[in-house]
């Protein structure tokens, strides 16, 4: 192994790592790999074929000597405690100006703290969120980096050539000081967990209300594909209903078990849009449904205290459009509520997000790519202040032509008891937003009642108090 040969270096060599380091080669540029575990270092010198171009060690001193200044090393890794005691392994064969790369889902605090540490020893340091999984990391991932932009320089032609292309544009763009890229691509898998719930909710709806078999929603789902319903997620749903158990005729979907785990990445989304008073709702139900799953045994014997009535059938042609219009509408809240929260925290950590650019990034690539991202980055950029997807010119007919299938699906669920609380969630969340009074003068008065917390009034300016009794 040469030393300062290889342009660009990774730790952790697992399968995301490995295909994102064979994407990196097959570009152009000579990569060097780093991991403890010598079965996934053979691994990838046995994939990557001519060393020349890549190659790897599990030897942390040659690893960064072969690597040219100054250092690129991004780190794949699980986020937490591996990360900092990566960091350490790392550093004392460090020189100053030399680049760390944290490429998996840290929380975006933890990459605020790693950023100070590391810029007191004079190494840059910045997270560049990753969404594609293992096949988005092999032929193009979308990449969201944020931190040193004078750093991002050093390996922008890098990540241009790895990631996924829409229209010729490369899937990645810096995206701001700090801890803007973990951020941005947190929010990505909240919009991501809500958009999951939402395609499993119409399939839970079409199989129970009309009987629709694997075939048929394999049909219908690909067709939806090919319309203004197109995204990553919706094509997948239609290639799990066709895909059939090895050696069986019986479909594989019904075989799984429906209880649907999770790495935190929903929940920070929703605790931090808490944090900074942000309606997510959809966002938030979508890890709730999650969390309820994994009460398989208290589900089952929920369902014999609380047995329900067969669905009323509906005619299938008709359920499939009310389908089709009631998830197109709850995407659209769902990109809108993600969106809500990256201008809210934009200027609350002072990143300074594109939120155009950002749209533009997850059109390939990502997990939640989708037809209507290119309507939302036009959106963002006509009106670069947009204070919510909702209130876009461009949006109003979308919004409007799907608003009564959403009302008669949501309408259906709660009365046959199939429940559907992204869907409810994201039709209480439009009916919410757009009214121009809500009931919460009730709750002004109730807590003032009991705890004098003062309210404010209509007609006159300044705080009051009541003594209610």
């Given at each position: ?76 890794v699980?986020a ?6 990566v960091?350490?392994?790392l550093?004392p ?6 680049i ?109 209300a009309?009987?629709l ?9 690909g ?5 203004r ?6 094509e ?21 078990l ?11 989304t ?17 890890v709730?449904?999650?969390?309820i ?5 208290q589900?089952?014997a ?12 509906v ?64 959106a ?50 439009f009916?919410?937003y757009?009214s ?5 003068n ?26 209610w009794?």
């Open positions: 192994m040469k030393e300062s040969y290889y342009d660009f270096g990774l730790v952790g060599l697992g399968v995301m790592g490995r295909n994102f380091i064979l994407n990196v080669a097959d570009k152009g540029f000579k990569a060097c790999g780093y991991d403890l575990d010598t079965k996934q270092v053979n691994a990838l010198v046995s994939e990557g074929g001519d060393p020349s171009k890549v190659n790897a060690t599990d030897d942390i001193t040659k690893f960064v000597a072969s690597l040219q200044a100054p250092r690129k090393i991004m780190m794949l699980p937490g405690k591996i990360v900092d005691s960091i350490e392994s550093l064969h460090l020189d100053k100006n030399d760390l790369i944290d490429g998996g889902n840290s929380y975006f605090t933890d990459t605020d703290r790693r950023e100070s540490y590391l810029s007191s020893r004079d190494i840059y340091f910045f997270g560049a969120g990753v969404s594609g999984g293992a096949k988005g990391a092999r032929i193009g991932p979308s990449i969201m980096p944020g931190g040193s932009k004078s750093a991002y320089k050093e390996v922008k032609a890098i990540f241009e050539a790895v990631a996924a292309t829409f229209e010729g544009e490369p899937c990645v763009a810096y995206l701001g000081p700090k801890s803007a890229g973990n951020y941005v691509k947190m929010v990505h898998n909240g919009i991501e967990y809500g958009l999951m719930q939402l395609t499993s909710e119409i399939y839970d709806v079409l199989k129970k009309a009987e078999n694997n075939e048929e929603l394999h049909e219908l789902y067709a939806w594909n090919r319309g319903l197109q995204s990553f997620l919706v997948i749903s239609s290639d799990i209903f066709s895909k059939k158990e090895d050696g069986d005729s019986k479909p594989l979907i019904d075989l799984i429906d209880k649907a785990k999770q790495k935190g990445t929903g929940k920070w929703s605790q931090n849009a808490m944090d900074l008073g942000i309606p997510v709702p959809t966002i938030d139900v979508s709730s449904m999650r969390e799953s994994a009460l398989k045994e589900r089952m929920a369902e014999k205290l609380y047995p329900k009535k067969m669905p009323e059938p005619e299938k042609e008709k359920l499939g459009q009310m389908a089709e219009g009631a998830l197109y509408f709850s995407f659209i809240m769902t990109y809108a509520q993600g969106m809500h929260q990256l201008s809210e925290a934009s200027k609350e950590y002072s990143y300074e997000l594109d939120l155009a650019t950002i749209a533009k990034i997850w059109r390939a690539g990502c997990i939640i790519r989708a037809g209507l991202l290119e309507d939302i980055a036009i963002y950029q006509n009106d670069p202040e947009l204070e919510n997807l909702l209130m876009a010119s461009s949006f109003t007919d979308k919004i409007k032509s799907t608003l009564d299938a959403t009302r008669e699906l949501v309408a259906y669920g709660v009365t046959n008891a199939i429940p559907l609380p992204g869907l409810s969630n994201s039709l209480a969340y009916d919410a757009s121009g009074r809500l009931p919460l009730l709750i002004q008065a109730q807590r003032d009642y009991f705890g004098s917390h003062t309210y404010e009034r209509l007609d006159k300016e300044g705080s009051f108090h009541t003594e009794e």
